[in-house]
């Protein structure tokens, strides 16, 4: 939205100004004044342009800057005591859209959670991070399930991926079925104060999670405590008995009761 430009550039500031320093031998970032030139090896690029001036990029700045990053950013704009997802670059999302979330509140993306609402959570969240200050970023995980490797499970493309769930069996669930994870990032911005949200997705197989006897253990004592509100937010209940009845023979303290 047109207010959330200055958020714009500090994202892509603050993304040109980490790869540079994290990453110099792919990424550099020359600046003279608001005269910018940034260099990206691995895409083959080289940009001079006028920070500032959206005109003198390719794209407005914050499609420029996201494109060359892996993951998804939401841009919070703070007022009125909330935030509201006034900009964003999202093709990974698990399970909604931005185009359907951009200008809703704080409170208004997160009414289709179950549970956390009545129990205060997000009445406390939204109060953390309305105070996020510059120079002090925060991340949170996020976990939910996913059939096959997929990133894009956005509410558009539900036509392409929703009817996998009903494809899991007992035989096929430990290559189909993955946890997903999402690494959250949050940063206060700091000419616009606008908080910068993104999410860095990690899918692994159920196969390749239980090669680590810990995760395995975990993952079912978890399932299977999982509330039902939970699970059929997550879309995972057509296929949890059998993936809780898989995962059962990695938990020992199961197996010990059942011996
Ligand atoms: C301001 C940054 C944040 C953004 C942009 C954001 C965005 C979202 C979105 C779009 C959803 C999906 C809602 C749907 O079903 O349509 C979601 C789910 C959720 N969010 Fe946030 N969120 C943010 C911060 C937080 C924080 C700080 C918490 C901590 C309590 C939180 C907790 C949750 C939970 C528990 C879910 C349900 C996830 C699941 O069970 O798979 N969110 N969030």
């Not at 939205?1 to 970032?29: G, I, R, V």
């Not at 002090?136 to 096959?148: A, D, F, G, S």
């Amino acid at each position: 939205m047109p207010h959330m430009q200055q958020a714009a550039w500090d994202t892509l500031e603050m993304l040109m100004t980490h790869l540079s320093q994290d990453y110099p031998e792919w990424f550099s970032l020359q600046r003279d004044g608001d005269q910018w030139l940034w260099i990206n090896r691995a895409l083959d690029l080289q940009q001079a342009f006028t920070f500032g001036d959206a005109s003198s990029l390719p794209y407005e700045p914050l499609e420029y800057i996201t494109r060359q990053i892996q993951g998804d950013f939401a841009l919070l704009d703070q007022r009125e005591n909330n935030l509201w997802m006034d900009a964003g670059m999202v093709t990974g999302p698990a399970d909604w859209s931005i185009k359907f979330d951009a200008g809703m509140s704080f409170t208004e993306w997160h009414a289709p959670v179950p549970m956390a609402h009545q129990m205060g959570v997000f009445d406390r969240a939204l109060k953390y991070l309305m105070h996020i200050q510059v120079d002090r970023p925060v991340r949170r995980l996020n976990w939910t399930m996913t059939v096959n490797p997929r990133l894009d499970t956005s509410s558009e493309t539900f036509h392409e991926w929703g009817h996998e769930r009903s494809s899991v069996t007992a035989e096929n669930l430990a290559q189909l079925v993955h946890l997903r994870v999402e690494l959250q990032f949050l940063a206060r911005l700091p000419r616009s104060n606008a908080l910068m949200f993104s999410i860095r997705t990690y899918l692994i197989s159920l196969e390749e999670l239980v090669t680590q006897p810990e995760w395995a253990c975990r993952l079912h004592r978890v399932l299977r405590d999982l509330p039902d509100e939970l699970a059929d937010y997550k879309g995972l209940s057509q296929y949890r008995p059998l993936v809780v009845e898989w995962l059962r023979q990695f938990d020992p303290e199961v197996a010990t009761c059942t011996a």
